[in-house]
């Protein structure tokens, strides 16, 4: 399991594979990326996606400027303005992955602005998720539990030494690290008492001496004065941590049944010798046979956020860039509100992406996005001036060239035939057709 | 015969006789719900009361004395009271409630629950929504989707069930063959001028994932062709006060005056989880609800078409019998539900739990909630409520025979 991918016959390097990477790792790759990456082979691919160069210190042009639309978007007290900067990021930055692993981090810790009201605490801690992504997931629990966001979304200002609030305590072993069942109710009371004195203060964590509880607990069996950070640290050392953490990046990056529980446990284990390194994991998982298997190409459902960036990018849309924030209203209306996950568990993703309206807002959004709608000067996408600046021209090579870049196979879906003369419809009921809800 | 058959059935669907239906002579009414999906039009509604619902504080056991003893700033004085009994008492905000209860509309559940209960959101919502307690099977199939596996399918392409919001329909409706829409308002089931849903092939009945989307997209693309009647032959001009519940409940209104077939609808209503300052929060929620429900019904009644609409109402949990040192409540177990419409026996049911005997600081149950939902499942879906809740329940004598 997990033997590093190398081409064969019946798994080459090819574009259906190439596709198959960018869709599942980021946000689609558009043409140029695609015949690079066959070009250059896997491993320097992979590489790409995993290592991205962006900059050491983040002074890059396009961090300098992410910063500053950042910046505006929290003084302006909007929380769409933060959807969209966070789109602009997924659209035009130098690490997709990073991002998708982002977002990955923002549905496992799920905290909606509609609890919240805070721009800036929003972003801060979207700030610390992505700052941590790659990273060791001890630091990121640690992190991510000290975010103000969380802790305003999970009431810790009431948890307080003469009568202890459980909700921080439950959720941060039920969802955040351990999973149901492993741990007891015992456990939370007494994690619940650690966190009292856990407050937020002007934006700031801030441990308040006077609430916190210093007597004794016991927690997984383990008896003393713990603080917070003790019991976060006993969460982390906890041995169910790594099947959750193994879980996540298998949900992000496998296909439907692809991951068996053998595969789970032996990341697991894996993840536990690496200091909980998210980062290898991902690596480890992307690298797979497993992943380029035929059993993992278009077996898992695409979501709102991959599905309208991916869209774009594949389609080059990036100068000028449609509205990011009409794209964070879609993204909505496809299920995926960026900033506002339904509750505590995050999306449920995967099949429950497919509802009726949910395909009915994709047809509209593709059909919209095709016809220039949601670019703020109203430019409609001229299929076939892309197609031949490309170097297609003949109506099957146009149908070849698309279904390639959008589908990553070499002909059409047959409902789709009778359009093959109708380019921008073409490119729209391609990206709204059953096969481009899946990657 | 089978062309003259079909443009029949096109020409009563499209008619106003539709909505008239219970005016219309015996024999020609009895053609017009043939075009039904469901056999006789029943529809069930159900509000999720989302976070746990403080029980206590809604059906309110004020002569208890363990009300006053464990509720000292939570406890609602004795003279905002709405008493129903020397007993029991709604919390003032439910007036609307308490109307239909007099009006005989209304029946309160008291004390329902399960054993064993479980504390977290996640789980215990599973199991009220599954009706099943391994938690292998809190992602797979709720009891509501296996209830509407066994109905026969709607007609015209209704969706089995429509969530009324914004988010993922609930695992309640999920089944392995029905389908679910979610959608917050009607708006949101148009397909755009210009824009086209997906061609695709004939989706076939395989469990992969290539044929469940292709049955989604023609599912999708069916519910759109509903819509798009619905907008144009729906006119709502009932009184409905402007909070989200009323408007999700007036949109489910519009599309059943409209005749629309789906048989089951849910809507659910959130913030019920008051760790904190609770009673301006949970005032303000059953406010919202008790107002929301009075309009949907009178609504209803008004076009004839109160005897085909069943409501439920419940949560996840009853909130814990003491309350926090920050004015609110921590998860508890048992609460009360509630039935409303016209097929129901009106008035209190099962015994309200105590507030002295408790077991852990929490409520003892009266009833469990696979016995509400047996009798739902065997006389208003006049479903087989064995395969869905699996095992015997009790049905609670909650509905008119």
């Known amino acids: 399991m997990f033997t590093p991918y190398s081409p064969t016959a019946a798994r080459p390097w090819d574009l259906r594979r190439v596709v198959h990477l960018h869709k599942r790792a980021g946000f689609a790759a558009d043409w140029n990326m695609i015949q690079r990456d066959l070009r250059d082979g896997p491993d320097v691919a992979m590489e790409r996606l995993l290592a991205p160069q962006t900059g050491e210190t983040g002074g890059t042009p396009f961090e300098e400027l992410s910063r500053v639309i950042c910046d505006a978007a929290v003084e302006s007290g909007s929380i769409n303005r933060l959807k969209a900067w966070w789109l602009y990021r997924m659209l035009l930055g130098p690490d997709p992955l990073g991002e998708r692993l982002t977002l990955m981090w923002h549905n496992h810790f799920a905290t909606s602005f509609t609890k919240v009201e805070d721009v800036g605490l929003m972003r801060r801690q979207n700030d610390t998720f992505r700052r941590h992504a790659r990273g060791a997931f001890g630091e990121l629990l640690a992190a991510s539990l000290h975010e103000p966001a969380l802790l305003v979304w999970l009431d810790a200002e009431a948890n307080r030494q003469e009568h202890p609030n459980e909700n921080l305590a439950r959720e941060m072993m039920e969802l955040f690290s351990l999973g149901v069942g492993n741990y007891s109710e015992t456990d939370i009371r007494e994690a619940a008492r650690a966190l009292t004195g856990w407050t937020v203060n002007r934006g700031a964590f801030r441990l308040q001496d006077a609430m916190h509880d210093a007597g004794e607990k016991t927690i997984f069996g383990q008896t003393g004065a713990w603080t917070g950070d003790d019991a976060v640290r006993l969460l982390a050392e906890h041995p169910a941590v790594s099947g959750r953490i193994a879980f996540r990046i298998c949900e992000l990056l496998l296909g439907e049944g692809v991951a068996t529980e053998s595969m789970l446990a032996m990341l697991a284990a894996g993840l536990h010798e690496h200091d909980l390194s998210i980062g290898w994991a991902v690596a480890t998982v992307l690298r797979s046979e497993e992943f380029f298997a035929d059993a993992n190409i278009g077996t898992r459902v695409t979501g709102p956020v991959e599905f309208v960036i991916g869209a774009a990018r594949a389609l080059e849309l990036t100068a000028p860039p449609p509205s990011t924030l009409r794209l964070a209203e879609v993204t909505a209306r496809l299920g995926q509100d960026l900033f506002a996950p339904p509750n505590v568990f995050g999306w449920t993703g995967g099949r429950a992406w497919l509802t009726s309206r949910n395909l009915i807002s994709r047809a509209n959004f593709t059909h919209d996005l095709i016809e220039g709608k949601l670019h703020p000067r109203w430019t409609a996408f001229d299929a076939a001036a892309f197609a031949a600046a490309h170097g297609f021209t003949t109506a099957p090579e146009r149908a070849a060239f698309f279904a390639q870049l959008l589908l990553g196979r070499s002909d059409l879906p047959a409902p789709l035939l009778h359009l093959v003369d109708d380019l921008n419809r073409l490119v729209a009921a391609i990206l709204a057709s059953p096969e481009a809800q899946l990657a | ?401």
Not at chain 2, 222 to 230: K, P
Not at chain 2, 292 to 299: H, I
Not at chain 2, 344 to 367: E, N
């Open chain 2, 1 to 401: 015969m089978f062309a003259r058959s079909l443009s029949r059935r096109h020409f009563l669907r499209d008619s106003a006789l539709i909505a008239l239906a219970p005016s219309v002579p015996v024999f020609l009414g009895r053609t017009v719900r043939s075009a039904d999906i469901t056999a006789d039009g029943r529809i069930l509604v159900v509000i999720q009361l989302d976070g746990g619902n403080d029980g206590i504080n809604t059906v309110i056991p004020f002569a208890d004395p363990g009300y006053a003893q464990h509720r000292q700033e939570l406890r609602i004085a004795d003279d905002k009271l709405i008493k129903l009994n020397d007993q029991v008492a709604l919390h003032p905000d439910l007036k609307p409630l308490a109307e239909l209860l007099d009006d005989g509309r209304l029946a309160i559940v008291q004390g329902v629950g399960y054993p064993n209960p479980d504390r977290s959101h996640d789980v215990s919502m599973a199991i009220w929504q599954t009706a099943r307690f391994d938690a292998a099977e809190h992602k797979s199939y709720g009891w509501l989707g296996r209830a509407l596996d066994a109905a026969p399918a709607p007609a015209d392409g209704a969706p089995h069930s429509i969530l009324v919001t914004d988010r993922t329909p609930p695992v309640a409706l999920r089944g392995r063959r029905c389908s679910s829409v979610a959608m917050a308002n009607l708006n949101d089931l148009q397909i755009r001028p210009g824009a086209s849903l997906a061609a695709t092939e004939a989706a076939n009945d395989a469990d992969d994932l290539l044929a469940f989307t292709r049955r989604a997209t023609l599912d999708a693309r069916s519910a759109a062709d509903r819509i798009d009647d619905v907008v144009q032959s729906t006119a709502g001009a009932a009184e409905y006060p402007q909070t989200g519940l009323a408007d999700r409940l007036k949109t489910v209104a519009q599309l059943i005056k409209a005749n629309f077939a789906t048989p089951v609808y849910y809507a659910i209503q959130s913030g019920y989880d008051t760790h904190s300052t609770q009673l301006a929060t949970h005032g303000k929620l059953l406010r919202e609800l008790a107002g929301a429900v009075r309009a949907f019904l009178d609504d209803l009644q008004s076009s004839g078409l109160a005897d085909r609409v069943l409501v439920m109402g419940f949560s996840e949990f009853g909130r814990r019998v003491e309350e926090n040192a920050s004015l609110g409540t921590d998860h508890g177990t048992a609460g009360p539900m509630f039935l409303a419409g016209a097929g129901i026996h009106p008035g209190l049911h099962q015994a309200i739990p105590s507030m002295t005997d408790l077991v852990d600081g929490d409520l003892q149950m009266s009833v469990d909630f696979r016995s509400v939902y047996a009798a739902i499942l065997s006389q208003w879906l006049r479903v087989d409520p064995l395969p869905v809740l699996g095992g015997e329940f009790a049905k609670c004598e909650l509905l008119k025979a």
